[in-house]
């Protein structure tokens, strides 16, 4: 399988105060690099404020980066005019988190779904065939054209994100917690469509999701991402090397309540992106710290093939069993 987006030491600082207050810099993505195989599924994990969808715009390219690059089926995305990159935007698409949001309010659904093709200047050959086809993908009755988006359910509305999407035909989708919004018996729905489409259309996802027990279950690669950085990158079958990414599952995995090991029963506040530690930013939650890590920055190292952990002491791989993907 060939590489169809490579991104290399990106990093996104944002700015604070100005004229009369001292200028603060915000870290919100930090020298992050990554590959993202044809026809694979990469899951971005990670809590709240780590920098998830900051990641998504810049790969995308919505926002600019601070410093690196992103290069999309080989091509440097900062090299290209506004008129190459508005035509390679039609080839990488977003689906948004919340389905609500994503579509406006006075526009029928045929009219949402058009919006793609009127933005980009194509003309589709039917737009009555089009729509009726785009709703068909997604398991949505042709009927729901003449609708408004408050007339659907939340898992519809989702569905009708996912066509607007396709309807230019990407070959690399960037899902922003598609599910986060929705029932669980709804996400299953959602998480079996988008499997059916990646095989059908040989679709690449960037899956970015806070829930680890769904990005193993769905991606084949993962991510995790803590304030900004990447701690760990492993197979989703691998056990985690890094204790951030063993405490987000076991925080995932226990199906009782009250003895869940909630994330922030670590103890420590979070650090700020204004004022990240010069050693390792998980180091005040952490069981296994030492001073080493408090004086120094881990860097990624190999804990297996396609494994990297950024950790000073890294757990012992304990295989587990993950259950397998598959399409309902
Ligand atoms: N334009 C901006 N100006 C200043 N800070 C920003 C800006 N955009 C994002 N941030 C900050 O960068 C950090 C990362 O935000 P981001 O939205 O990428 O996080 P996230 O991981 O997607 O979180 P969530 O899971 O809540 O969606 C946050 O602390 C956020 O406040
Ligand atoms: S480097 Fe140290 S503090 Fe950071 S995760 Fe590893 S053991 Fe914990
Ligand atoms: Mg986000």
Redesign the pocket.
Same mark, same amino acid.
């Given at each position: 399988m060939s590489d169809l987006l490579t991104v290399n030491g990106l990093s996104r600082r944002?700015s604070?105060g100005g004229l009369f207050r001292k200028r603060k810099v915000?870290h919100?993505?930090s020298d992050v690099s990554f590959t993202l195989k044809r026809g694979q599924i990469l899951g971005v994990v990670?809590?709240?404020?780590?920098?998830?969808?900051?990641?998504a715009r810049l790969v995308l390219r919505l926002i600019n980066p601070s410093a690196g690059q992103v290069q999309f089926d080989g091509v440097d995305m900062a090299s290209l005019s506004r008129t190459d990159m508005r035509r390679l935007r039609q080839r990488m698409q977003l689906v948004f988190?919340d389905p609500y949001s994503a579509i406006d309010p006075r526009y029928s659904i045929r009219d949402a779904l058009l919006e793609p093709y009127r933005v980009q200047g194509v003309k589709p050959k039917s737009t009555d065939d089009t729509v009726s086809s785009l709703l068909d993908m997604v398991g949505l009755n042709g009927s729901l054209a003449a609708s408004y988006p408050h007339q659907l359910s939340g898992g519809q509305k989702q569905r009708v994100g996912i066509a607007r999407a396709l309807a230019l035909n990407p070959s690399l989708v960037v899902l922003?917690?598609p599910t986060a919004s929705l029932d669980v018996s709804v996400q299953a729905q959602i998480v079996s469509l988008l499997e059916r489409l990646r095989q059908e259309l040989g679709l690449t996802y960037l899956f970015?999701s806070?829930d680890l027990g769904l990005v193993r279950y769905f991606c084949d690669q993962i991510l995790v991402?803590y304030l %900004?950085r990447i701690v760990e990158v492993l197979p989703s079958d691998a056990a985690p090397a890094h204790p951030y990414t063993r405490a987000l599952l076991d925080s995932t995995f226990e199906p009782d309540p009250k003895r869940r090991r909630s994330i922030t029963r670590l103890g420590g506040e979070i650090p700020s %992106?204004y004022d990240l530690p010069p050693g390792c930013a998980f180091a005040n939650r952490c069981p296994r710290v030492t001073d080493l890590c408090r004086r120094v920055l881990p860097t990624l190292t190999t804990q297996g093939s396609g494994h990297q952990a950024a950790c000073h002491h890294p757990l012992a791989a304990v295989p587990e069993v993950v259950e397998q993907r598959s399409v309902a």
């Open positions: 944002f604070d915000f919100a993505v990670g809590e709240s404020g780590c920098g998830k969808s900051t990641l988190q922003d917690e970015i806070h991402m %900004g %992106g």
